[in-house]
């Protein structure tokens, strides 16, 4: 449980440092469109760039360099922010450019990715980790509020103990929790009801027998919305 919760404060965590960066490297281009002007260059040189990811496979990338003129009749020089594979240059090809004539080191591509490709990346990442991590914490959030509400108002039922199984849609270093399932019949209807508790990451089998009823709150209006109480159980040691 505490991986649990440490992946989902870190995912939104992560998330939303990523999705700030989109905002400054968005802000700084925007700056950046505000004061440059444009230019021609040429492509001199291409530079390369190796990686290599956690399976040992190795790519590589190629960086335009361009050389243009500025305001003044100065030859610039700059590698360009982004790289490609296969090269989306060649040596001797012009390009447009822009740049601000207080500094024209700082020079870039005239093309999407160049400007905007920091700020789309960051946030297109930044709002998968921000989601995945903020979605996980709401759930959370949200089920305590229904189980609290469930204990306050909810009909309690006396199910009876079926059996304790492993949770298998759920699977944090290799394990899975453990639920305890239950089961009770309807008496206004003679349909069963099978409950299933929350998750515990410790086995229950030793503090549960079949002749032990199990407390179950029900919605009175929908036996479907439910809460095993399973405060009978040992808690488990931070």
């Known amino acids: 449980m505490k991986l649990i919760s440490f992946v989902k404060y870190t995912f939104a965590l992560i998330g939303l440092g990523m999705l700030i960066g989109a905002f400054f490297a968005y802000r700084h281009t925007h700056d950046f469109l505000a004061e440059a002007i444009s230019a021609q260059g040429t492509v001199v040189d291409m530079t390369e760039s190796h990686s290599r990811d956690s399976s040992g496979h190795s790519s590589t990338y190629y960086y335009p360099v361009i050389e243009f003129k500025d305001q003044r009749g100065e030859t610039i020089r700059f590698t360009s922010s982004s790289g490609s594979n296969p090269p989306s240059y060649s040596r001797g090809e012009s390009a447009d450019i822009l740049y601000v004539p207080s500094r024209p080191q700082d020079a870039s591509i005239n093309g999407f990715f160049s400007l905007w490709g920091a700020a789309v990346i960051l946030g297109g990442i930044g709002a998968i980790f921000f989601l995945t991590g903020g979605l996980i914490i709401l759930f959370t959030l949200l089920k305590r509020r229904q189980d ?20 298998t849609t759920i699977r944090v270093n290799g394990r899975s929790p453990f639920v305890i399932l239950a089961q009770w019949q309807n008496p206004a ?6 409950f299933q508790s929350n998750n515990l990451w ?35 040691a931070d």
């Open 189 to 194: 209807t003679s349909e069963i009801h099978v």
């Open 148 to 167: 609290e509400a469930l204990r306050t108002t909810g009909m309690p039922v006396s199910a009876r103990f079926q059996s304790v199984e492993f949770n």
């Open 202 to 236: 410790f086995d229950p089998s030793d503090y549960v027998t079949e002749d032990r009823p199990i407390t179950v709150y029900i919605d009175r209006n929908n036996p479907k919305k439910y809460y095993v109480d399973l405060s009978f159980l040992p808690k488990l």
